[in-house]
């Protein structure tokens, strides 16, 4: 029976290969050139491909990627089956919404991106992630925090972190995991002892579940990642660093919610003048949040309208510009232009942050709000409200469930998801703008979750 899901996956991609073409995009420059701004596994993946064809290297790159789409999906579907006993009907529909995120992007999406056929991170990482996320779920089900499954899923986040930054936020999610299963299991242990009350036990109970181990390998994971990027960025670019660009996106953020008497509060003269430079030419062009319409969606989305052209045009032509003058860095070094007009972003931002924070948090949430929107649906205010109901009900079903039957595997499933969804949101509009294709990795993973959950009530209720 698996091997009818595997033939719609493999319709579908291809459909998708045979009928598109690769899609060149902003970032596949970066990726291409080994860049340091840039994580170093798509970018090995575009190296290899040349190697093996440089004629036929972008047709290689999304012949792999669909290949993948087909075979991680099909291995999460059996992995559902397997699970949950899920029927052909259910199997179908749970088919039908991994094919969603490919779906929605290239019909609702601004850029109207085909996933698998565009060169960049997402051509792979919409297939690793549920892979990625199917091996937590295994790993949480096990009930074991520190064994071949825990250490192996956080090993795939690695990866996957390696591939797009972005992903460093399932560190968090697997040693959050990681610590309830400890917790649980060191709870079991003082319950079947005569110290029940006794929280210096439990204490020490959770301790000998593994906790060292947990913690120790969670900074292993983060230290193996800047290891790997250092060594990378070395080999291609002769510069031990990590990648550069996360501040200057950051401060895009900052230069946003910023009003021209916060400058007052930078101590350097020359970083003062450059901040006064950027600001006047950005809020010429109405680049900045007195100029949002009303309303948690307009906020947002105007946010979005500004923040590439805050850090690419208005930050970044200016930056470099002082950089030259000052450190004598010039494009004919762009590498380590990149590196310094980071650092420039990093000094101002520090000075900033403390004279607009209250502006910054406040447009902290409409970037969130956006997010979670994105996340579950489209934006506009119906599909707003949907999604408030949709975050209500999962919560309310998770507790009522987890009240029922401590065990519950939909309810598990969901509580992972919304921390996932929570985390990837909230780490990501730190960065900058939370665009769909950043968000909707956890909309499968949602609505699976959700109709388990349904599932797992109604037939209580009926058993």
Not at 29 to 54: G, T
Not at 329 to 356: C, G, H, K, N, T
Request: aromatic share 14%.
């Amino acid at each position: 029976m698996n091997f009818v899901f595997l033939g719609i996956f493999t319709a579908f991609f291809g459909y998708l290969l045979m009928a598109g073409e690769p899609m060149y995009v902003g970032d596949t420059f970066q990726y291409e050139n080994q860049m340091i701004m840039r994580e170093p596994v798509y970018a090995l993946l575009m190296q290899f491909c040349r190697f093996v064809s440089p004629e036929n290297q972008y047709w290689l790159i999304i012949l792999f990627q669909n290949i993948l789409a087909v075979a991680a999906n099909t291995i999460l579907i059996v992995f559902m089956r397997k699970r949950f006993v899920l029927n052909v009907g259910v199997s179908l529909l749970f088919t039908g919404i991994l094919l969603v995120p490919h779906i929605m992007t290239p019909v609702f999406a601004s850029t109207h991106l085909v996933l698998t056929n565009a060169l960049m991170t997402e051509g792979v990482l919409f297939s690793l992630y549920p892979l990625a996320f199917m091996s937590l779920l295994d790993m949480m089900w096990s009930g074991n925090p520190v064994g071949k499954k825990s250490f192996g899923t956080l090993a795939f986040f690695l990866l996957l972190s390696l591939i797009r930054g972005q992903m460093m936020v399932l560190f968090v999610v697997w040693f959050l995991v990681a610590y309830v299963l400890l917790v649980k299991n060191g709870i079991a242990v003082t319950n079947r002892t005569q110290d029940k009350k006794n929280t210096f036990v439990l204490a020490e109970n959770i301790a000998k579940q593994g906790l060292t181990a947990v913690l120790a390998a969670v900074i292993i994971a983060f230290a193996a990642r800047s290891i790997v990027i250092h060594v990378y960025n070395y080999c291609e670019q002769g510069l031990f660093v990590d990648t550069a660009s996360g501040k200057a996106m950051s401060f895009a953020n900052v230069l946003y919610a910023a009003d021209r008497e916060d400058g007052d509060a930078v101590a350097d003269d020359g970083l003062r003048a450059l901040f006064y430079e950027i600001y006047d030419k950005a809020d010429a062009d109405q680049m900045n949040y007195k100029y949002a319409p009303s309303g948690i969606l307009g906020r947002a989305a105007y946010h979005e309208k500004c923040h590439d052209e805050l850090n690419f045009t208005y930050f970044a032509e200016s930056a470099r510009q002082y950089v030259g003058e000052k450190q004598g860095i010039y494009a004919d070094r762009f590498q380590e232009l990149m590196i310094a007009v980071d650092e420039v972003a990093a000094e101002l931002s520090a000075e900033l942050m403390p004279q607009l924070f209250g502006r910054y948090a406040f447009n902290y949430i409409y970037i969130i709000a956006l997010g979670f929107i994105r996340t579950v649906a489209y934006e506009n205010i119906f599909l707003a409200w949907y999604a408030i109901f949709v975050y209500i009900a999962a919560v309310v079903l998770t507790i009522l469930l987890w009240k029922r039957d401590p065990k519950s595997m939909a309810a598990s499933f969901m509580a992972v998801v919304l921390l996932t969804i929570a985390g990837n949101v909230c780490a990501t509009a730190l960065m900058i703008q939370c665009i769909s294709r950043y968000m909707i990795y956890n909309l499968p993973l949602f609505y699976m979750a959700g109709f388990l959950e349904l599932r797992e009530l109604i037939q209580e209720r009926h058993g």
